[in-house]
């Protein structure tokens, strides 16, 4: 092995979100990739990017990757639906050399993969919705499929809360899951790093037959083709536990990170975008 490969081996995987969304990735990624360093950022002061205008969130996705540069990642993981729709080009040029994926595709794959009747249902935020990106990327694998997307707004500042078993996040999800759900789909992709904490919800509201993809566990598997692709997975075995970077609030995401990964109480670092 070469030195350059050798050190890339021991870089970490550079994983971001606006929030604590892309937590969600990084439990994907520990399971599939349980022996690579893992350095995430989480934007947590300007969380939600979802409302936001696209000029707003390709600004952020450069300050984003720029953040993660500083640790010289061999991956950069976009772990925010939003920013894949919107801005995976920025990111892109953001960080010259090194290989970049997205939930975006990743998820959009393994919908057009799962569909049995070739109607897939995508939630998201505003701006990944109103984008079209799913339906594009799913249309590119397959153009007899048809899309019909649902912005669920709400179901992000519920997740941030640790709403998870709350009767009101049951109420917003049957008021946003209805319409969807009448449009005879067999496959609907949670596009947004936050839902997958509702998934329990999401699953009870729209009921058995309908196979919920989860982008983070597809993103996870890509990162995996990829490392392994390009020889660049860790060659020591031994796990640890991921750095944590966040804008704001580091407290209240340590608290956070403790419910929805079931793990003692992480450090989490405040750093200034
Ligand atoms: N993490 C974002 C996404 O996956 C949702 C939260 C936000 O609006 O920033 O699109």
New binding site residues.
Partial sequence: MSIINCQLTQSPIGIF???I??LTVVKAIQAALPFERIIYFGDTAR?????KSQVTIRKYAADDTAMLMRYQPKIIVV?????SALALDVVEKSCPGITVTG?LKAGAKLAAKATRNNRIGVI??QA?VSSNAYGRAINELNPDIEVFSRACPLF?PLAEEGFIDHPATKLIAEQYLSEITKEGIDTLVLG???YPILRKVIEETVGPDIRIIDSAEAVAFRTRELLTESGMLASARKASAPHLLVSDLPQKFSMLYQLFMGSEMPDVELVEV
């Fill in positions: 979100d606006s929030g969304g892309g969380v939600p990017y979802g409302p772990a925010c639906n939003t920013v939930v998201g935020t990944t992000v947004c790093t936050h």
